[in-house]
Every structure is written in structure tokens, then in C-alpha cells.
């Protein structure tokens, strides 16, 4: 038979961004208010349709960056090219209010909800120029709480700005050589450019040093930590250092070598030497960490939403291929009417549908801390301060293995270039690692835990309860609700094993991450099914059901388990000791 000749596979195709999301819909229409809602409506139906065009078009022309550090004369230039798709990108994220949306503040508590749902359609299309905009938006925060009066007025509004061209991007130079995870032996040293006894925010220093990644490279400002005096973490200050000096010139910062990475490689990230930097002094000498921490929490939800994102268009993908493939022989039927195939997919739908709501439960509590700081309570600051890490490692874990389901849901072809998994899931898996990693990330939820006190668990544990006793009867929850009632006794008692004379167990705080995980985005699938219940046209038997199954799902009873387990070993060494 000819090449040409025989069965020509119909390809797939993928539902509108915003049209095609029923999920998120609905959940934007539970908790914005109608008048946003229209507004966020109106605006991501403009915006998908861009997404499908230009910004589409754009995105296929996103090539690896290059670097050439030397001219004929052999001086040191570093010129880094990155390509035209990839400057269009970050355009595209300026004039969409990207980072601006949440500094305007015109939706009040809900313009973070708002910029973060137009993150989540962007992020699949937008070449990972994601990366850099999340740190932009985490150094404007930084700026907004802890910068001087020149950066608010000079830097802060083209961090923020909608003017392609003009908008700045920035970056974070927190990871050196001897660690990443642990900043307490950064070698970078700050000295003052003028000595002063006692150095005050705005103050100049030259900076040099290493930093080991720096993703943001052709960006126009970094937040770096350096040492500024003492041992350790609190030795640490945090500086705004600008790329370049006024007259487009070095400001000793020389590109040491652009990294060779397995995804991302759009993104140009790069070992930096710092040689003879100028940086000007951001917030108080010491206090680096705890003020760089702002631009963590918020590119930690960055992450978060990426991986959501992530999933989101490997299931579109699945989904649209169930639609095309015929399988089973000549009786037959398409994929999408198979219901062992479908049933996969639908346990990932199940999984994206979880995401979802935590994260933006989540975000929505950022928002709040942002726009009406003064009608946020203590409570709702803990149980923000306590989500933050849970969701980003939460988020990276669930969706790269569901990502990985949807590749093989399009059998051979899941694994050709054409389609985007390679792409997909080389990208997204980085989300497990940059902006700290799983264990990391379960250890700050145990610093989290032991700072206040327990508090932080006892919010959310009373949050959670809250909802779930407003859960109507007539919705037939009753099995759900006393699992997770359960759960959140459990996660009390682990809490406890915190504050015993004995230390607790080290293995504790990885399953205690995922625990709060899914024990939270129960009770957020519980508050959609409540507000669903007896609505036409808003899913209320999927949300019902939603709730069901993803309660006792396997990975939360396996968390469980191992709670269970370590916590009965703590009490038999404690009954030995005594
Ligand atoms: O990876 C990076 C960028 C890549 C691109 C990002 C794109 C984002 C998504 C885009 C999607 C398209 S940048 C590097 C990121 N690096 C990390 O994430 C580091 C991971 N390690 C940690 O997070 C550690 O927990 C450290 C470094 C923060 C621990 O530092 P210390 O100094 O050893 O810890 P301390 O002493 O406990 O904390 C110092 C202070 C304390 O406050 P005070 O002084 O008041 O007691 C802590 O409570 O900082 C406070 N603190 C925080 N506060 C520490 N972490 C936080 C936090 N997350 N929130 C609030
Ligand atoms: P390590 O800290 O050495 O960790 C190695 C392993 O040890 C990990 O599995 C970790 O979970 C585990 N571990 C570490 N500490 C503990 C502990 N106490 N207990 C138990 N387990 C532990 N950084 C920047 O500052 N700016 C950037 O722009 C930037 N861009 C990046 C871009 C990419 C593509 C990547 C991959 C990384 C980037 N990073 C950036 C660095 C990133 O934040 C770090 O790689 C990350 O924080 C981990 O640090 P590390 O590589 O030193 O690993």
C-alpha cells in the first residue's frame, strides 16, 4: 500500500481556554462576586481568543537563548540573544496586566483571583516566559512592603506596568554553589559603598560572588542575598541590584555560562559572577531571608498554578484525542465512548478538579492579605502562611503524575514531538525542584507548625470544620464528612508530636504535607458542592461526587497510613523512656 494510502488519524482538537473550563468557570463563579465575575468573564473570552492566535503563533516561534560572551577583540560583552517568540511573550504578559492586575487592585480582594485565572489560560501557551513574570510580581510585593520610597517611585511601577516595552521583568538570586535548599552558606559578600556604622535601606554595595542560577538573566533588576556580616541565615541582607548601569553597561555582572537543562530551555537561566556589583540595600541588615520570603510565597503559587495549568492542557489533549481515536477493532467505538479509557481520564479530571480549587482557595486568601489587610484576620494569615508550601509541592506531585497518564492515554502518539508532552512534562517537572522542593517545603510547614505555635494547624482545622458542618444533609455527604473529620483529628494529633519532650519523628513531615493537602482541597470540593447544590447548569452531582471519592482516595489513604504508623512508633519509644 502506498504511504499516502489507508487510515489518515483525524487530528484532535482543543476547547477555548476559558469556554472549554467549566471547572474553573464555576469556581470563579462561587467566589467572585457577579459584578467580577463579568468583568473576569468578559476579559479571558478577548483573551482566549488571543491565546488561539498570536500568542499561539508566538510561542511556536520560542527558542532555546544562546550566549556569546566575547567580540573579536576579545572583549567580555555578553550579549545574550533570546528569541523573538520569547520577547513577544513577555509583551503579551505586560499589556495582559500580568503582574500589574494585583498592584491596581481594582477588583479589591479578588485582582489577585483575577491575574492568577489569566496566568492559569496563559501558562500553557506562554513558553515558560511564566517563570520571570512570577518573579517579577514576587519582587514587586517585596518592594511594595519593604522597598524604600526611590524604588516604589522609580522600579515598582515598570514592574507593574501594561506598556510592552517598558515594563520591567525581575529576578532572584537566592541558590549558590553550596546550596540551594539552605542559603545559610551564601558566599556572595556585600560591603558597603560608604562605610556607615549603621547601614540603612537604600544604602549602595558592591556585591561579589557566585550565584548558581539565575533564570531571569535578561531581566531588568534581580533581588540578590548577600552577606553583609555574622554566621548563617541571619548573616544574610537582601539587595536590588539593577543588570545594567545607566549607560547600558555591566554593573559587574558577568554571565558565566547559560545551563544545560532537561525543560525549561527557553528560559535563559544562567551562573552569574558578581564582580564588583552594585546593589542597593533592601529593608534592614539581617533580615534578607525573612523579606525575600514574600517573593517565595508568591512564586510558590506561580508554581502552584503551572502545574495546574499543566494538567489542564495534558488533559485537553487526552480528551480531544478520545474524540478522534477509534479503538477495539472494526465494532469498535472511539475512545471517548470506552469506559475503561474514560475512566482514567476522569480520575485525572478528579485530580485537576482538587488542584484547582486549593490553589485558588489559596490564592484567594493572598488576595485578601493584599487588597483589605485590615479585614484579614489572624486566622486566615495562618492558614495562608500554612497552604503556601503545602500547594506548590501538592500541586507539582499530583499533576506531573497525571500528566504522565494523559501521555499514554494517546498511546504511541502521546510520545511524539508533535504533541506538546515532551515539552509538557520536561517543563512542569522543574516545578518539584525550583522554589524549594518537596522535603524543603515539608520542613517549612513543620517551621510553620512550631513559629505559631500550632496555631496555624488549629485555623485551618477549625476553618475546615466550619465548612464541613455547613454541609446541607439532603447533599448525602455524611460518609465524606466523618473521613475528613477524622483526617483533620489525625493531622491535630501530629501537630501534638511536635511539642512532646521527644523530637518528633524526621519522616513525619512529608505525609503531614500531603495530609493538610488533600485534606484541604476536600473540604474546598466540599464548599463547590454545597454552593452547587440545587443549581442548574453548575455540575452539582459531579461536584457532589467529587467530594466522594477524592475523601478517601489512595494517596491520602497513604499518607494516613504512614502518619499513623510513625506516630505509633513515637508513642513506643516515649512508653519505653518512661
Ligand atoms: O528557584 C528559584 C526561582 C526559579 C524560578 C521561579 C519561577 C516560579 C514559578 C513560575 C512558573 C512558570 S529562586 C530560589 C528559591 N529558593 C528557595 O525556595 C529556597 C528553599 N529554601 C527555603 O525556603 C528555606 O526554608 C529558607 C531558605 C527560607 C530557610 O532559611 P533560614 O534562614 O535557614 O530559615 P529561618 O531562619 O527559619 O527563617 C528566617 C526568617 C524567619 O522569620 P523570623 O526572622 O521573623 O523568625 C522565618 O519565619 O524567615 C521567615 N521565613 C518565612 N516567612 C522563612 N520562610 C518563610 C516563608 N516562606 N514565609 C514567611
Ligand atoms: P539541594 O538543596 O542540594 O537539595 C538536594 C536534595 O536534598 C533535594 O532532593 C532536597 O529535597 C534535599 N534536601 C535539601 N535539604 C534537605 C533537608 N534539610 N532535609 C531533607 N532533605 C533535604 N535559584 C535562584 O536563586 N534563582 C533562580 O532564578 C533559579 N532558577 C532555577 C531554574 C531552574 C531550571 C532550576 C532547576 C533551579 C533554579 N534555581 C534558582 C535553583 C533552585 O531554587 C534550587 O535548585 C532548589 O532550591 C534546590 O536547591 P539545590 O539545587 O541546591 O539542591
Redesign the pocket.
Known amino acids: 500500500m502506498h504511504v499516502n494510502e489507508g487510515h489518515q488519524q483525524a487530528p484532535y482538537a482543543l476547547p477555548g481556554a476559558w469556554d472549554g473550563n467549566p471547572a474553573l468557570k464555576s469556581l470563579m463563579k462561587r467566589t467572585l462576586s457577579n459584578e467580577t465575575f463579568a468583568a473576569v468573564s468578559q476579559d479571558c473570552e478577548g483573551f482566549q481568543e488571543r491565546l488561539a492566535g498570536p500568542i499561539h503563533d508566538l510561542r511556536l516561534k520560542v527558542e532555546e537563548p544562546s550566549l556569546v560572551q566575547f567580540n573579536q577583540w576579545g572583549q567580555r560583552v555578553d550579549t545574550l540573544k533570546t528569541s523573538e517568540g520569547w520577547r513577544g511573550l513577555k509583551q503579551v504578559a505586560a499589556e495582559e496586566g500580568l503582574v500589574a492586575l494585583p498592584y491596581e487592585r481594582k477588583q479589591g480582594s479578588s485582582s489577585r483571583t483575577y491575574a492568577f485565572v489569566k496566568s492559569y489560560l496563559w ?1 500553557p501557551e506562554c513558553g ?1 516566559v ?2 520571570p513574570i ?2 517579577t510580581d514576587g519582587c514587586a510585593r517585596v518592594l511594595e512592603l519593604a522597598g524604600t520610597t526611590e524604588m516604589k517611585q522609580e522600579i515598582l511601577p515598570l514592574l507593574t506596568s501594561r506598556v510592552a516595552g517598558k515594563a520591567w521583568t525581575a529576578g ?1 538570586w ?2 549558590e554553589k553550596p546550596g ?5 552558606l551564601t558566599e556572595t559578600v556585600a560591603t558597603p559603598v560608604t562605610f556607615s556604622p549603621e547601614p540603612k535601606p537604600g544604602d549602595s554595595f558592591v556585591l561579589n560572588g557566585f550565584k548558581w ?1 539565575s ?1 531571569a538573566t535578561d531581566g531588568n533588576v534581580a533581588l540578590a542575598l548577600a552577606r553583609t556580616g555574622g554566621e548563617g ?1 541571619r548573616g544574610l541582607s537582601l539587595f536590588a541590584v539593577k543588570m545594567r548601569k545607566e549607560d547600558g553597561t555591566t554593573n559587574g555582572i558577568f554571565i558565566h555560562r547559560l545551563k544545560r537543562k532537561f525543560g525549561t530551555k527557553a528560559v535563559p537561566t544562567a551562573e552569574l559572577s558578581l564582580e564588583g556589583c552594585i546593589g542597593q540595600l533592601v529593608g534592614q541588615p539581617g533580615e534578607g ?2 523579606i525575600i ?1 514574600s517573593v ?2 508568591i ?1 510558590r503559587l ?2 502552584a498554578v ?1 502545574s495546574v495549568a499543566s494538567l489542564r492542557r495534558a488533559l485537553d489533549i487526552a480528551s480531544g484525542f478520545a474524540r478522534v481515536r477509534h479503538v477495539g477493532g472494526k465494532d469498535g467505538s472511539l475512545l471517548s465512548h470506552n469506559e475503561m479509557h474514560t475512566s482514567v481520564l476522569a480520575s485525572s479530571e478528579l485530580v485537576h478538579r482538587a488542584l484547582l480549587q486549593v490553589v485558588f482557595g489559596t490564592i484567594g486568601l493572598l488576595g485578601k492579605s493584599e487588597a483589605e489587610p485590615l479585614k484579614f484576620t489572624e486566622e486566615e494569615g495562618h492558614r495562608l ?1 500554612l497552604l ?2 503545602v500547594v506548590k509541592s501538592f500541586a507539582a506531585d499530583l499533576a506531573s503524575r497525571e500528566m504522565m497518564k494523559c501521555m499514554e492515554a494517546l498511546g504511541g502518539q502521546g510520545y511524539m514531538e508533535e504533541n506538546e508532552f515532551g515539552r509538557l512534562i520536561a517543563d512542569q517537572s522543574v516545578e518539584r525542584i ?3 522542593t518537596t522535603n ?1 517545603l515539608a ?2 510547614v513543620v ?1 510553620v507548625i512550631l ?1 505559631s505555635k500550632g496555631a496555624s494547624v488549629k485555623a485551618f482545622i477549625d476553618w475546615a470544620t466550619a465548612v464541613l458542618t455547613s454541609t446541607p444533609a439532603e447533599l448525602n455527604l455524611a460518609v465524606p464528612r466523618q473521613i475528613i473529620t477524622t483526617d483533620l483529628a489525625l493531622l491535630g494529633k501530629a501537630t501534638k508530636s511536635y511539642f512532646q519532650p521527644t523530637p518528633a519523628d524526621p519522616r513525619l513531615a512529608r505525609p503531614l504535607l500531603y495530609l493538610i493537602g488533600f485534606a484541604a482541597s476536600s473540604v474546598h470540593l466540599a464548599e463547590q458542592a454545597i454552593w452547587s447544590h440545587g443549581k442548574q447548569g453548575e455540575d452539582a452531582e459531579v461536584n457532589r461526587a467529587a467530594v466522594e471519592r477524592w475523601s478517601d482516595n489512595g494517596g491520602v489513604r497513604e499518607a494516613r497510613r504512614t502518619i499513623e504508623e510513625l506516630l505509633r512508633r513515637g508513642e513506643d519509644v516515649r512508653e519505653r523512656e518512661t
Open positions: 501558562l515558560y511564566g517563570c512570577a518573579m532572584q537566592m541558590t540551594g535548599s539552605d542559603v545559610s542560577f533564570s541565615s531571608v525573612r520570603s517565595l510565597n512564586t506561580h508554581s503551572t502562611r503556601t508550601p525550583w522554589e524549594g524543603v520542613l517549612d517551621r513559629k
